[in-house]
């Protein structure tokens, strides 16, 4: 991987890292999916004021109805699940969730795009299962929360949406996919936000607008085009292993700003888990010079 790749996937993670704690203080605030609702709003602005002349609307009915899918998996349903879950559990176990996404992506692609799966992606399986195991197996024995489950929910509709964008939408330019996926899943999180939940007006203080701010333009509108041009270019199995950053630095993070500490148990899965993610961009010394890419163009 050139150095510039790399330099854009730690800042990537390091944005994304830092969403967990931010969203907590958030919810201090606000609802959670009105928090993703003025989320995905900053966003739209934000490219829309910068980024203009680089967005280009595809003309075909096809193109439109691939960008609102993706936006389904990779916004709404993504963003409301994790926010709604990371009300019950703490930052950075939902970060750790949430990134098992790299180990979703192997099973995604090799039941819905017939991917073969090699002996590291096999054990990535194994260790990921393993380290949910541990960490679900510890919640059940001190306290269940559902929120356990909407942080798995959001995981997979993550990994669903990388799957479908690898396959369906990698010729359009990443700030258009950007942009098109967050313009159109704007008016469906408000209505899923109007209708579940109450706006809360009195939580609208500088620590929550700041919050929107960076989770809005560094969190999605920059981090998500980021996001988007490295696996436009890049196989999947060569950036996976990176995601692992994500949780991690919101461990850290987590643990700096609200000095937030878990269980042995949820660091012992993680570690697990961590290890899963990393095998997944490993590849058989025999089949070095074969396109491992387990999402086609």
């Not at 899918?69 to 709404?76: A, D, E, K, P, V």
């Not at 469906?188 to 109450?198: I, N, P, Q």
């Not at 060569?238 to 148990?265: G, M, Q």
């Not at 961590?274 to 890419?293: H, R, Y």
Request: glycine residues 6%.
């Amino acid at each position: 991987m050139r150095g510039k790749s790399f330099l854009l996937l730690v800042i990537l993670t390091m944005f994304w890292g830092l969403n967990f704690p931010l969203l907590k203080i958030g919810l201090l605030y606000e609802s959670s999916l009105y928090i993703m609702f003025f989320r995905i709003l900053v966003a739209v602005l934000f490219m829309f004021i910068v980024f203009h002349k680089k967005i280009k609307f595809p003309k075909s009915i096809r193109a439109n109805i691939f960008l609102f899918i993706f936006g389904l998996f990779n916004m709404i349903l993504f963003f409301g699940f994790w926010s709604i879950g990371e009300g019950t559990e703490s930052a950075s176990l939902s970060s750790i969730i949430i990134y098992t996404y790299p180990i979703i992506v192997i099973i995604l692609a090799r039941v819905f795009l017939s991917d073969k799966l090699n002996k590291y992606k096999t054990a990535s399986l194994i260790l990921g299962f393993a380290g949910m195991v541990i960490i679900f197996s510890n919640q059940l024995l001190v306290k269940f929360n559902i929120g356990l489950v909407y942080l798995l929910i959001a995981a997979i509709s993550f990994s669903s949406g990388a799957v479908f964008m690898k396959k369906y939408l990698i010729n359009i330019n990443p700030i258009t996919i950007n942009f098109v996926q967050s313009l159109y899943s704007l008016p469906v999180m408000f209505l899923w936000a109007f209708f579940t939940e109450k706006i809360n007006f009195s939580g609208f203080n500088i620590y929550f607008i700041s919050i929107v701010l960076y989770m809005g333009i560094l969190g999605t509108a920059v981090a998500y085009s980021i996001y988007i041009d490295l696996y436009q270019h890049l196989n999947v199995s060569s950036i996976a292993s990176y995601f692992f950053l994500v949780p991690a630095f919101s461990v850290v993070f987590t643990l700096i700003i609200l000095h937030e500490i878990n269980s042995y148990y949820t660091y012992i899965g993680f570690i697990i888990i961590g290890t899963g993610i990393f095998l997944t961009s490993k590849t058989p010394k025999n089949k070095k010079n074969v396109n491992n890419n387990p999402l086609p163009k």
